[in-house]
Nanobody
Framework: QVQLVESGGGLVQPGGSLRLSCAGSGSNFVILKMGWYRQAPGKERELVATISSGGTTNYADSAKGRFTISRDNAKNTCYLQMNSLKPEDTAVYFC?????????????WGQGTQVTVSS
């Protein structure tokens, strides 16, 4: 079994920064693409950013210029550096991984971490 565990969420004032981490654990797996999604109350889950195993990144328009996604393949870990946070960034942030577990390709989700931007 493979698990994704997020950390780093919390309460921050507008204009502040947070760094989220997502660590994959388990055995016999290889992660292809990793990404961050978020879901605000009453809204659908939306893409924030993705990163391929080779480092190619993709950002939602709302994240461009403020958020940076990165990964450490040796640690099976993905990060999301969030700067200049706004109240509208408040949401539960979920990590996602497109991976092979043995010969089976699947999408895995973490449990989510709450980010609240408020004064």
């Amino acid at each position: 079994q493979v698990q994704l565990v997020e950390s780093g969420g919390g309460l921050v004032q507008p204009g502040g920064s947070l760094r989220l981490s997502c660590a994959g654990s388990g055995s016999n797996f290889v992660i292809l693409k990793m990404g961050w999604y978020r879901q605000a109350p009453g809204k659908e889950r939306e893409l924030v950013a993705t990163i391929s195993s080779g480092g190619t990144t993709n950002y939602a328009d709302s994240a461009k210029g403020r958020f940076t996604i990165s990964r450490d393949n040796a640690k099976n870990t993905c990060y999301l550096q969030m700067n200049s946070l706004k109240p509208e960034d408040t949401a539960v942030y979920f990590c996602n991984a497109d991976l092979f577990h043995g010969t089976t390709r699947s999408y895995y989700w973490g449990q989510g971490t709450q980010v609240t931007v408020s004064s």
